[in-house]
């Protein structure tokens, strides 16, 4: 009997578990760590109104695929999107990256051999090329930005690596802006309560539009209904960067780091605040301080922590930003250069 184990374990004391399966015919393991284009057209938006969970399974089924990768001891299984009719499948790095022969099952269109056209694995995103099709179904990516806690979400998946049609589970947005514990893997993340199990790594979060809004990515092994996905805005920016395998960049980060987790202000006025401050990050060298309410950057106004990290992630390592911010009533200017997360 083929037993299953967490493919990319917990992050070391805290519980976090990135949700792809690697079968073994040993003993359950699991390592202290988690790892957390192209371009179908990208629609929709963030939408809060009662799910048909009918129509949009109806609607965005037939476009989530299972994948299966590696080979021997290390056969991971994890879920994909498809998002163009040619068989470009976007999904989590840690799903893919174990090398091996890459196997993907498409709903009515049977299984195929992939490759990994790119992948970034501190964003925890990748994107793989089924070989030999065409005329696909795709999942519409819609907008993460009007997302709001409490909207319902459906997340679909391959959860535990069963196979058949995704497992399907429903829930609402729990939290904006998570960070995993450890400061390991991709940050302002949503949360959900929607049941996400191992083998959903890769898989959509969908709004009650039947768009997805997220790609599910981890779990929180130590608590129950503690969810995590990489918001489809964030990922959108890197869709047409990602490092080619083997190229000089494919393991590097190429994600841009400012070095500040921040909230929304607490009196609902424009810009983010600044909750903490990454020690030895850009926004360090800039002098910013938790308290700190940062209003624009380049010159255009931050009305919100998601405002924050599009404008971040729309820029690359090495980019340089000019960062506003209020401290005490005092307005401040200054330049910082933006580093790889992780770096």
């Known amino acids: ?129 089924v070989d030999g099709v065409s005329g696909l179904p795709t999942v519409q990516l819609g907008s993460s930005a009007g997302a709001q806690v409490g909207d319902p979400v459906l997340a679909l998946g391959n959860a535990l690596g069963l196979g058949g049609a995704p497992s399907v589970t429903e829930g609402i947005v729990s939290a904006l802006d998570r960070s995993l514990p450890g400061g390991s893997g991709p940050d302002h993340l949503l949360q959900t309560d929607a049941a996400i199990n191992p083998g959903n790594s890769g898989g959509p979060l969908v709004d009650s539009a039947g768009h997805a809004i997220g790609m599910t990515t981890a779990i929180a092994g130590d608590a129950q209904n503690i969810g995590f996905a990489i918001p489809t805005d964030q990922i959108r920016p890197l869709l047409d960067h990602l490092p ?73 390592p090495g980019d340089h930003i000019r960062l506003t911010w209020s401290r005490g009533g005092q307005s401040q200017s200054v330049t910082a250069t933006l580093v790889p997360t992780g770096g």
């Open 1 to 129: 009997m083929i037993a299953i184990a967490v493919a990319v374990g917990l992050v070391a004391g805290s519980g976090v578990t990135a949700v792809a399966f690697w079968a073994s015919p040993s003993k359950h393991t699991a390592s202290p760590i988690i790892k957390t284009s192209i371009a179908a057209p990208l629609t929709g938006s963030a939408a809060a109104g009662p799910l048909n969970v009918r129509a949009i399974v109806a609607q965005v089924e037939p476009a989530v695929v299972a994948i299966t990768s590696g080979s021997g001891r290390g056969r991971g299984a994890g879920t994909g999107m498809l998002l163009t009719s040619g068989g470009q499948v976007l999904t989590n790095a840690h799903v893919v990256e174990g090398g091996g022969t890459i196997r993907v099952a498409i709903p009515g269109h049977g299984t195929h051999t992939a490759h990994v056209t790119g992948a970034d694995s501190s964003a925890d995103v990748a994107l793989v090329q």
């Open 244 to 316: 080619a395998p083997g190229s000089p960049g494919a393991s590097a980060a190429s994600t841009a780091f400012l070095g500040v987790a921040s909230t929304d202000t607490d009196d609902g006025s424009p810009g983010a605040l600044v909750q903490q401050v990454e020690p030895g990050s850009p926004a360090d060298a800039a002098g910013l301080r938790a308290g700190d309410v940062i209003t624009a950057v380049d010159g255009t106004s931050v009305g919100s922590a998601n405002d924050l990290v599009r404008a971040i992630h729309s820029h690359k």
